[in-house]
Structures are given as C-alpha cells and as structure tokens.
C-alpha cells in the first residue's frame, strides 16, 4: 500500500480521487460507481481537494459508514478493498475499487440515470452509448466479437484475408480464422463476426453495415477548418481501415514538409520531416484499434492543419483505459479483434510498446510529445510540428522568447510562458506556489496554453519539459 506522502504527490486523475471526508455520500456514491464502470481507481478519504492531509477522527467509523453506503447504495453489489493507513499521527481510509464485470450504479438515482463513468478526474452520468457498451460488455464480450447481422459467409473476403496474411509470411486457415474471432460458429454454419467485415468485408458489405468504418483525411489552409486545400480520395468518402495504413502517411506526407541537416563529424545529411512518422503511425494505429465501431454517423478523421495534426475516432479512451495507462504501456483495447489481427500482421507491435516507441523516436530527434482530449464521444490526438526553427512548418512555427501573442491569456498563464523564454523549465506546481493556486486551477491553465498552442511537451512524459510554441503574428 502506498504511503499517504504518495498520493500527495499525484495529481486526482481517472483513477484517483480525494475526499475530505463522506459528509456527501452522493459523491462518494458516485465516484466509487464510476471507478468500478471505467478503469478501476482509489479513494483516499481524509485529503481535502487541494491536497491538504486534514485526516479522520476516528477511520474505523467511517470505514464501516463507508461499507453500509456502499452495501445499501449501490446496485449490483460490489467490495472493494478498505485499509486504515496511519500516517504521521493521522489516519486515512484508502479505498481500493477494481473494475469489476458489470453495470454499476448509484441504487437512489435508479438503473440508467445512477450509471456513472470516470472523465478525467471528474464522474459523469453515463451517455446512451456509453451505457450500451458497458451493457455490452457485461453481457455479451465486444463488439467486434459479436456475429455481425444481417451477413453471410460470402460478405466475408477471404481471399484478400489470406494474401495479407501470406504477405506477412502466415497462414489463414479457418481455424486460425475462428480464434482471432474473425469467424464464429452457429450451428453448421460460419458466420463473420462485426470485426471481419470491418477488416475484410467486400465493398458492398462494408457499406450496408459499417457505412462508417472508414478513414477521411484533410488538408487546411489555416489553423482551422475555414479554408479547404487537400483531401485523400477526390470525393473524400474516406478509405477502408486497412488501406489507411498506407493511404494516410502517404497523404501527410504530400501535405508537409522536410527539412535536411548536417549532422555529426562526418557532416551526414539527416532529413526531419515537419511531424514525427513514428507518432503519426502509432496515432493513427491507436485510433483504428480503440475506435468505437458500433457509432453511427462518425468517422475516424485526420486532419492537417497549418500548425498541428489532429487524428480523431468516435468514442473516448476505452472503458477500462486511460491516459496514463497509455503512457505507461497497459493495453486494454476495445476491439480485441481489430487489435488482434493488427498484431498478427505486425502493424501493431508489441501490445503497449506504441507510447514507448513514440517517446524514443522524441528523444532521438527532438520531436514534442502528441497530447489527447478525450471529448467523451471522441478521442482527439494532437500532433505539434518539430520545434526546431531550421525545420520549416505550413505555419512559421519556432520556439521564441517574444511572448507577445495576439490571444488572451491570464496573469497566471503569461507568467509561465515568461518564465519558458527566460529558459526555465516551469512546472504546473510553479504557478500552484507563485500564484497561491490549486494544482487543478495550475493544470487547467497549461492545458488551455497547450489547446491554444502556445506551448508543448518535449522529451520523456516522466522527464521532458515545457517549450514555448508561437506563430509568427504580423
């Protein structure tokens, strides 16, 4: 178990939240639901929320209040893990949630309304689609899994399965078929599951089932969508999921640039192309392994603008994923089909090595960290140009110490953007102190800098540093 000086030093997040005290069962109520709906989580009771330890007078107590709200509050039953942590003269209950197989939810606001799924370090009320899937994957496994309505055997395109497949030096046999789940047995008969017509459905298939499973790619004049330049396909309906492997990089790269450096003793020319290969295909991969196939109406997209790139498939981080999860290497995909077969074929390596190679590739040379927004109904990448001010970009983009820009700011913000000119490497915790903040409010004002594009991540996720972006205004 953690010391208490451990989740001091965190951050509330999608899997760890603080309360003061149970003087709101409600709340607690809710974010013990959504801990055990999203991705697992702790609770650490005796903290306040900006992370003052005020402890418990008597934790026993509230130990066992807790177990009664939760035996008498929640519905199907759940047990998590309770332990008295002592800590410098104080005690603290920590409450340890799994994610258990199931729908969970807040019995007083009843079976729909009391479903709750963790978004960032906040509960929210499950949306509709949220709450199929979690009805889906309690009942009946994933969708990609499930047999695929209204489709025969003959939907199926076996033969470019299997040339894909001897391309990679393998073998598709229908049993080989039948367990990565591509195929199911009904009776006498195979049926193709949601995820082989997905991948290898015919033409016609795939439009009279997943009109949608496809990819769009754009190319804009600006920093938003208001002036059109470049699109994949002349009609921009998007290519198959597996043709956008190829389709999308090649595409990107038609749309920005390269810059050559000399290098090194020997003076070797090394081309640095404006945005990371390396992180736009594992972007990319991610995306076409953890998109939400079942929304109807929504595409995965890719969109380069003059400033940024942004990669976006409907639904958020999986149920049962985050962020930090990613960075760190878990995987837990919401198609393991998709996944599965991307894995065989070796586009996706390693299962939770994307991040890693994403990092190295940084490091090595000197690209910023892609950041996500999880909009609920959307998974968001971003992409930022190399910082370097020798390598071109469609927008002027260089690192600078004039920190004059023509958006609007608040002290807090221009203070820490002040302080990446002058060469420090500020911190969100820097603003916390200066300013006599929050670690939330500090965090909230980075992350508004970094959606407004005025600042970056370089290097490692655990020792990388903040760098000043700006556009070159007239």
Known sequence: MP?????????????????????????????????????????????????????????????????????????????PDFQVVPEAGQNFLVVRVPRFP?????????????????????????????LTELHRQAQVGTFDSQICAGASLADFDQSSARQLFAAAGLALTPAKMETLGLLTRSDDTWLPT???IILFGTPAARARCFPDSRVQAARFAGPTKAEFLDQLEPDNQGVSILAALEEVPRFVRRNTRTAS?????????QDVP??????????????????DYSRHGMTIKVAIFSNRIEVENPGGWPLGLSEEDFRNGVSRARNP?????????????????GFERIETDAQKLGYLLPTWEDKGSVLRAKLMP???????????????????????????????????????????????????????????????LQEMDLIGFMGSFKTGRYVLLKKGFS
């Open 274 to 291: 404006e945005y990371s290969a390396v992180a736009l295909r594992e972007v990319l991969v991610n995306a076409l392994a953890h998109a």
């Open 386 to 448: 190399h910082p370097d001010p020798q390598i071109p970009t469609g927008d002027e983009f260089t690192l600078t110490s004039d920190v004059i820009v023509n958006v609007r700011v608040n002290e807090r913000q221009q203070w820490f953007m002040d302080r990446l000119a002058d060469g420090y490497l500020a911190k969100a915790e820097d603003i916390a102190h200066k300013f006599d903040v929050t670690d939330r409010t500090a965090r909230r004002d980075i992350s508004q």
């Open 3 to 79: 010391a208490i000086a451990d989740f001091l030093r965190r951050n509330e997040s999608r899997t760890l939240e603080f309360k003061q005290d149970l003087s709101s069962p409600d709340r607690v109520l809710r974010a013990i639901v959504a801990f055990a709906n999203t991705t697992g989580g702790t609770l650490v009771v005796g903290i306040s929320d900006d992370r003052q330890p005020l402890g418990l007078v008597d934790a026993a107590m509230e130990e066992e209040r807790l177990a009664n709200l939760i035996a008498n509050g929640i519905e199907p039953a759940i047990s």
């Open 102 to 130: 199931g729908v969970f939810y807040v019995k007083r606001e009843g079976a729909t309304e009391g479903v709750y799924v963790r978004h960032g370090s906040t509960n929210r009320r499950a949306s509709p689609d949220q």
């Open 194 to 196: 949601n995820g082989a």
């Open 261 to 269: 450096r000399i290098t090194g003793a020997t003076l070797r020319r």
């Open 337 to 353: 089909v998709i996944a599965g077969v991307l894995h065989k074929l070796t586009i996706m390596e390693n299962w939770g090595s």
